[in-house]
């Protein structure tokens, strides 16, 4: 089973800089099938980056396009997001999944789905200050 373990959050001030990690260890995973979900509070958690299979290129929530980045570190079985130029409303806990790919069509509505039962970790808390 995998398992994964973000880290990176913190405070920082708004147009600031931040990276979050999501480790993975267990059985073998496709690392492309990592997304990104995010929870700011008072908010359903909602899913802000993943693979698009239809093409092969990764989808960005509009909320965070062209500011926040995907990479991964095969050797080091992580996935990272790159936070720039953050908002006050990037306040939330931060969170990775396995299995997590698009479902529909961007330029009408689509979102980022787990295949399975997702398997939360604790995330990792991101506060961004005025």
């Known amino acids: 089973q995998v398992q994964l373990v973000e880290s990176g959050g913190g405070l920082v001030q708004a147009g600031g800089s931040l990276r979050l990690s999501c480790t993975a260890s267990g059985s073998t995973l496709d690392l492309n099938s990592i997304g990104w979900f995010r929870q700011a509070p008072g908010k359903e958690r909602e899913g802000i980056s993943c693979?698009?299979?239809?093409?092969?290129?990764?989808y960005y929530k509009d909320s965070v396009k062209g500011r926040f980045t995907t990479s991964r570190d095969d050797s080091q079985n992580t996935v990272y997001l790159q936070m720039h130029n953050v908002k006050p409303e990037d306040t939330g806990v931060y969170y990775c999944?396995?299995?997590?790919?698009?479902?529909?069509?961007?330029?009408?509505?689509?979102?980022?789905?787990?295949?399975?039962?997702?398997?939360w970790g604790q995330g990792t808390q991101v506060t961004v200050s005025s």
């Open positions: 693979i698009n299979r239809s093409d092969g290129s990764t």
């Open positions: 999944a396995p299995r997590t790919s698009l479902w529909g069509d961007p330029a009408i509505h689509a979102m980022c789905v787990i295949d399975g039962r997702p398997d």
